[in-house]
């Protein structure tokens, strides 16, 4: 059993680190982590993102304008820029060394030690990584419930609201968290070589021959 689940549990681990972290990246370049809505005029639709803010309109167009300065940008935004660049090259670090320590990878095979320490790493990286991607989305989302409801802000004014930006960042870090948690499981769990499972088999083999003889 251990010789199905471990390798299965390592795979499953990588498949969801590698969605999250391609998913982080995503929300990274996305200009939707907020959507502003004109009443005054419903065919324009503003958005705006850590790079650049955009205007999307009825017809199916769309026009972007990057940032001027970074030092101009909201103390969330130019935080949020610095928490996503960080989680996305710890993601990669993490897939980097994760697919190294795999049981199924040839390399390395006679120091075990060695490639539990990388799954080891890897794992702990992609829980960093998922946590400096929910930490930027959490605090965009924070202020800017913040300024909706702000009672000093007249009600003519335009509020900004949540964009669909955010919500693929918090999926993104909880599949890196849930990756990096079943690879770390998989290094309690016991090894078992393949000799081992082949005797086993050929031990069952046998005891089933010799019930047939009975």
């Not at 040839?106 to 539990?116: D, T, V």
């Not at 202020?143 to 693929?168: C, K, Y």
Request: hydrophobic share 45%.
């Amino acid at each position: 059993m251990a010789l199905v689940y471990r390798p299965t549990m390592q795979l499953s681990g990588l498949l969801f680190s590698l969605l999250g972290w391609v998913l982080s990246c995503l929300t990274t370049y996305l200009p939707q982590w907020k959507n502003l809505n004109l009443e005054l005029n419903e065919l324009e639709i503003w958005t705006m993102g850590l790079w650049q803010a955009c205007v999307v309109q009825e017809e199916g167009g769309m026009q972007c304008k990057d940032f001027d300065s970074f030092l101009a940008l909201p103390p969330e935004l130019r935080i949020s820029r610095i928490l996503m660049v960080f989680s996305n090259g710890s993601g990669l670090l993490g897939l980097l060394l994760s697919g190294f320590g795999l049981d199924c990878s040839k390399i390395g095979e006679r120091q075990q030690e060695q490639k539990k320490r990388l799954l080891l790493f890897g794992g702990t990286l992609f829980w960093l990584s998922g946590i400096t991607a929910i930490v930027p989305v959490s605090w965009v989302a924070h202020s800017t419930v913040q300024e909706f409801w702000d009672e000093n802000i007249p009600d003519i004014v335009p509020r900004w609201d949540f964009g669909e930006a955010l919500f693929v960042g918090w999926f993104a870090g909880f599949c890196l968290i849930l990756g990096g948690s079943l690879l770390n499981c998989t290094i309690c769990s016991p090894e078992v070589h393949p000799s081992s499972s082949r005797y086993a088999v050929a031990e069952e083999q046998d005891r089933c021959q010799h019930l047939e003889t009975e």
